[in-house]
Every structure is written in C-alpha cells, then in structure tokens.
C-alpha cells in the first residue's frame, strides 16, 4: 500500500475490526428494537381491522383502509380531548420552565443566603412523598378537584431538572459575567432575563421537552381529579377505549347485534392504533428542532452534575 492511500485510510488491526462489526450488529439490533413497534403501530392503523384482530398485521399493512381514522374524525370527544391536552402540556411546560429556571438560578447564586438549606430542603422530595391520599385530600381542601390546576400545579418542578438547571448556570455561566452587569447598575431581575435566560436556550429546550413529554403522555393524574369528561386529556380517552374493547360483553346478543358488537370491537382496534399515531405524532414533530439543543443540555448536567 503507498504512502498516499496509507495517509487517508485509517489502519485498523484485527481486534479493531472485530470491535467495529460488534458495535454495528448491536446498534442494527437497537434500531430495530425502537422501529418495529413504531412501524407495526402505523401498519396496524391502516390495516382492515379483521386482519389486526386476527393477529395477521405483523409488519407491512394488510387489506389498506383508513376507517379506524375516519371513526376517530368523527368521534368529537377525541378532538376535545386533543385540544385539552394541547392547552395543558403548553401550560404545564411554562409554569414548570418558569419554576424551574427561578428556583436554579436562585440555587446557583454563590452569594444566596440559605442556598444549602433549601437544596437540601428540595432533594428531600426526591426520597419522601406524601402520597396519593394526602395530596388528594389537599387538592380537595382547596377546592381543585375537576380543575385543571392539579395537573399544572402538581409535579411542576421535578429535583432531576433542577439540579440539571442549575449545573448548567454553575458550568456555563461564569460568574464574573454577574459581577461585571452588577457593576454596570443591572439589577438580579435585569441579570435573569437579559443575560441568564438567553444564555441558557441549550437547558431550557432540555427542560420544556422534559415537562412537555410527561405532561402529554400523562393519564393517571387527569384520572384521578378530573371526572368532568369534558376535562379529559387525550391519553384518558385512549384508555377509555382499551377498556371498552377489553370489557366488551357478548352474552344473550341476537345475530345481528353480535355482528354489530364485534365489528364495533374491531373498529376499536383501528381506533386504538390511529390514536397512538396521532398522539405520538405532534412530539416526533417537535423533537428534530430541538434536538440539537437537547444534546447539548443533557451533556452538560450529566458530565459536570
């Protein structure tokens, strides 16, 4: 081999080799662990739903047809529920980023007094929770349940994206820059958003996509306070429909209604499938454009947190 191919090759040995094929049969193995569900959700969707039913839908669609997504069109408690879980995940993403970036910066203040006392006084409820009962007599107490304020209010700080947060101030921002708006005559208000806020894109893009994914994939809390359908988030009504399929009864039923009863239940199949897709599409949308924000974020507050 001449000198010219030797300088734009790279030489690799054997055990190099052995190395590089393992790391590729692993990741091809990972990709297809992620996509086959993905890919079966989406044939299953558009698949005639006695097909998905009889477990014949294992990759590619079978008899194409769009009615599960014509049912779903026409079913207006799911566009509700749609548009509520769009108004609660918006919500709960700012009061959660708003909490969460005050609260981080206030911690990573080295001149904050206290700043051990409340880190502290925060981890604790990483490892003590009042528990299920108590925060729902409390949630009664004030008047909450059937509102939307326990799914905003509750959970919107978590421990893991404060400390994330503030290692990102702590790290990235010297503090000298403070110092200096300081002198300058900036006041901590003026510091916060003029300076701290649009140096800290990369963690908060991180944090809104954090409280945003919790928050839309979120069913157990909407359960338990809300009892207004009308309320109901997206994944609720999803669960409703697994349930109803799963509960369908066919006893004492006359030929045609027990045609009826188990096309309705294949129908629900479909229904089932094309909601998945529809309720995860909107975060596989969002994701690519704040990907490289979100690489960024996570990097810092794992390495230095």
């Not at 010297?174 to 003029?194: H, M, N, Q, W």
């Not at 944090?207 to 309320?231: C, G, H, Q, R």
């Amino acid at each position: 081999m001449t000198a010219a191919k030797r300088k734009g090759r790279r030489i690799t040995s054997r055990d190099d080799r052995v190395v590089d094929a393992a790391v590729l049969l692993i990741s091809l193995i990972a990709v297809v662990v992620v996509l086959y569900p993905l890919i079966f959700v989406l044939s299953a969707s558009v698949s005639d739903p006695t097909q998905v039913v009889a477990g014949k839908v294992t990759f590619l669609p079978k008899g194409f047809t769009l009615e599960g997504y014509q049912r779903i069109l026409e079913y207006q408690p799911i566009w509700r529920g749609y548009l509520n879980t769009i108004c609660y995940t918006l919500l709960k993403t700012a009061v959660s980023l708003l909490a969460t970036l005050c609260a981080a910066y206030s911690l990573s203040r080295k001149d904050m007094r206290g700043r051990g006392f409340f880190t502290f006084y925060f981890m604790m409820t990483m490892f003590l929770s009042a528990g299920l009962i108590p925060t729902y007599l409390m949630m009664q107490a004030y008047g909450m349940l059937n509102t939307i304020w326990p799914l905003i209010l509750l959970g919107c700080v978590s421990m893991h994206n404060l400390v994330v947060v503030r290692t990102y101030y702590t790290s990235s921002i010297p503090y000298e820059l403070s110092e200096a708006a300081f002198i300058d005559g900036c006041s901590d208000i003026k510091l916060f958003v003029r300076i701290i806020l649009p140096l800290s894109k990369p963690v908060i893009a991180v944090i809104a996509l954090y409280a945003a994914v919790a928050e839309w994939n979120a069913y157990f809390t909407p359960m338990i306070y809300l009892t207004d359908s009308k309320l109901y988030p997206l994944q609720v009504h999803l669960r409703n429909i697994l349930i109803m399929g799963q509960m369908q009864d066919f006893l004492g039923a006359d030929p045609e209604e027990l045609a009826y009863m188990v096309r309705l239940q294949q129908l629900r199949e479909s229904m089932k499938y094309g909601l998945i897709v529809l309720s995860s599409l909107p975060l596989l949308i969002v994701y690519p454009f704040l990907q490289r924000f979100f690489v960024k974020g996570v990097m810092m507050g794992s390495i230095k947190g």
